[in-house]
């Protein structure tokens, strides 16, 4: 355990110093603002009771007075609310609510009326509680999120610096349990549990040169690491950014709702009036008012939605809002980019090609050793091909690149080129060329000063996950599948057969991409999938876009609606299985809810149902359809994470 660590647990014998602990009491205010939700509903309860005792005691002015004082407490904030939206041009079934606590106090119906107040204070408790619930999955990523590194010093010491003050390429020690705070490569080998990023409960081992996000915990000896990123543009920075955004906005299901109020006010107010105009009983219309208040509708669809939230977050999956959720719950088509999506979009080398007597792993050492300096993503997959093959690299002197066209540099002597290959090729070097062409490979040159000394195939080899993940893709309803890319089509349709989409697109430019988002949007629900700057646009102009976070595409992931924290594509399918129980839940529960509220308000405008009775029955008809929307916290066919 972290309090008990050892010198040797410290890892190389180097002394940690102490990070600011967050407070013990953390867990306990929580606590303390949770019961405080419960208030307004216990005051208002107790006022009941004691009125119910009074009156069983024979007093009952004394009962009559006590309900009409809860009855006062909730109309009094409920008619300012009433008259702020009021002045916004906006209403809802809050109008209900005021009429029927005014109707019951002017009827004499206190008991009603403190039943109504305890009703509304009820709903807007459990709404509450249920918000802060579904949202505790994204409340999590925001208060764990790392607020200090171990920044290493000039003169080999460290110092506790806050992580806004961690710039690229500083040097951090990461100690046992910490957070990662930025994103950056391993010095030595480390051990980290990455499951509240990417949802893998497993521990992994990442080697020295090894890219690791922020928000994985150290899960083993402390360990060094090269800062490739400040804190703000780091992997878990932006998937705080988009938690903090989750709040469970109305989505369009909520707007609907809001709708339906617009007729189901009048109506209400017509059904009151007819109930009172044909029977000359006042009271008839305080009955309707009271069972009418407040509409299931408005209170089971934000909280389904909210829970639906929670449970994609929970998958891997930070959905923007719940408008996204709901569309995405929506979706028939699903858009996909090839590079980094159903590919691994990572180039590895296939193989090497040599000039006749050329030595394979002499020609990939030395083109290496050159690449070492440079950021490129090709030569990466070269150093790191070389690693694994055991190669002893040297350091470059005289190194120069020209973007686009390669690096080249001094290694034991000899001046070595990396890159394209100008001029005219000998015969195997054409061979070489073809063979790279027909596999769909890419093709670096390695040349020195004599001429082409052999060439590297690099290959972006399909997800081994793909083909399963676009077939549970298909389970989950979505009924088509594209895969659009800026590859050549015979390599795009190579990809598009191993994976089995229904339809490819190939040399797409970004406008390209956006013209065929737009096409199918037009047909119906579209969700586009990318994770590169490239396919931003893309992501924007469809319904849902969902960018591939843990790439670190912060440009993609920035105007995304949703986005995948793990580096793969399977965790989309449970957001959708999830959006559309979360909406089916939704509109189940509103239907339920509003049907037996109709029922009741017919039985009351005949006069079958009084003011009293009617408000302990929409009492009853609120918590269920209240705790039928939560449902959606454990729905999914694969059931809870």
Request: hydrophobic fraction near 50%; proline fraction near 5%; charged fraction near 25%.
């Amino acid at each position: 355990m972290r309090e008990q660590r050892s010198a040797g647990d410290r890892g190389n014998g180097e002394c940690l110093p102490d990070q600011p602990a967050r407070p013990e009491s953390e867990g306990s205010g929580r606590r303390r603002r949770n019961w405080w939700l419960w208030t307004p509903l216990a005051g208002l309860t107790l006022l009941v009771l004691a009125g119910a005792a009074v009156r069983l005691a024979g007093r009952s002015g004394a009962a009559d007075a006590l309900w009409a004082v809860a009855t006062l407490v909730a109309l009094l904030p409920a008619a300012a609310s009433v008259l702020r939206e009021l002045l916004r041009r906006r209403f809802g079934v809050d109008v209900i609510a005021v009429l029927a606590l005014g109707g019951a106090l002017v009827v004499g119906e206190y008991l009603a009326g403190a039943v109504v107040a305890v009703m509304l204070a009820t709903g807007r408790s459990l709404e509450s509680y249920a918000q802060r619930r579904a949202t505790r999955d994204l409340r999590a990523l925001l208060e764990r999120a790392p607020r200090t590194a171990r920044r290493r010093t000039a003169d080999g010491g460290v110092e506790v610096v806050p992580v806004d003050r961690v710039a690229a390429g500083d040097r951090l020690l990461v100690g046992p349990g910490d957070v990662v705070a930025v994103d950056g490569v391993t010095e030595t080998a480390a051990t980290l549990d990455e499951s509240v990023v990417t949802g893998e409960s497993r521990l992994v081992e990442r080697v020295a040169g090894a890219r690791v996000s922020s928000g994985v915990v150290n899960a083993g000896a402390a360990f060094g690491l090269r800062a490739t990123e400040s804190a703000e543009r780091s992997t878990y920075a932006g998937i705080v950014r988009l938690a903090e955004e989750a709040t469970a906005r109305k989505a369009p299901t909520v707007r609907l709702a809001d709708r339906y109020a617009a007729a189901f006010v009048p109506f209400t107010l017509v059904l009151a009036g007819l109930g009172w105009v044909l029977s000359g009983e006042f009271l008839r219309a305080v009955a309707v008012l009271v069972v009418a208040t407040p509409c299931p509708l408005l209170l089971a669809t934000p909280i389904a939605i909210v829970s639906g939230l929670s449970r994609v977050a929970r998958r891997g999956v930070l959905v923007r809002d719940g408008g996204s959720l709901e569309a995405l719950g929506r979706a028939r088509t699903v858009l996909v980019d090839k590079t980094g999506t159903l590919t691994a979009g990572r180039p590895r080398v296939a193989d090497t090609v040599v000039a006749p007597g050329g030595d394979p792993d002499e020609v990939l050492r030395v083109a290496a050793s050159v690449e070492q300096l440079s950021s490129h993503v090709l030569a990466a997959a070269l150093v790191r091909a070389a690693g694994e093959r055991g190669l002893r690299l040297v350091t470059p002197a005289e190194v120069t690149e020209e973007p686009g066209r390669g690096v080249s540099g001094r290694v034991d002597g000899r001046r070595i080129r990396v890159g394209q290959l100008p001029g005219t090729l000998p015969e195997w070097a054409e061979q070489a060329s073809d063979r790279a062409s027909a596999a769909g490979h890419s093709l670096v040159w390695v040349a020195d000063g004599a001429g082409p000394l052999g060439a590297v195939l690099l290959e972006d080899p399909v997800r081994p996950d793909a083909r399963r993940t676009v077939a549970r893709l298909r389970a989950v309803g979505l009924t088509r599948i594209v895969m659009v890319t800026g590859d050549r089509p015979e390599d795009a349709r190579r990809v598009a057969d191993a994976v089995g989409v229904d339809d490819v697109l190939a040399r797409c430019t970004p406008q390209e991409k956006v013209s065929r988002v737009r096409a199918e949007a037009g047909r119906a629900v579209t969700v586009m999938v990318g994770d590169g700057v490239n396919d931003a646009p893309a992501l924007a102009a469809a319904h849902v876009g969902v960018a591939m976070g843990a790439t670190g595409a912060t440009a993609s992931a920035d105007v995304a609606d949703a986005v995948l924290s793990v580096d793969r594509l399977d965790p989309l399918a449970d957001a959708v299985e999830v959006a559309r129980y979360a909406r089916r839940i939704a509109v189940q529960s509103a239907t339920v809810g509003m049907g037996l509220a109709l029922l009741a308000m017919g039985f009351a405008a005949a006069g079958r149902l009084p003011p009293v009775a009617g408000a302990f029955l929409q009492e009853g008809i609120d918590v269920l359809v209240i705790l039928n929307a939560l449902r959606a916290l454990r729905g999914g066919r694969r059931g809870p994470a």
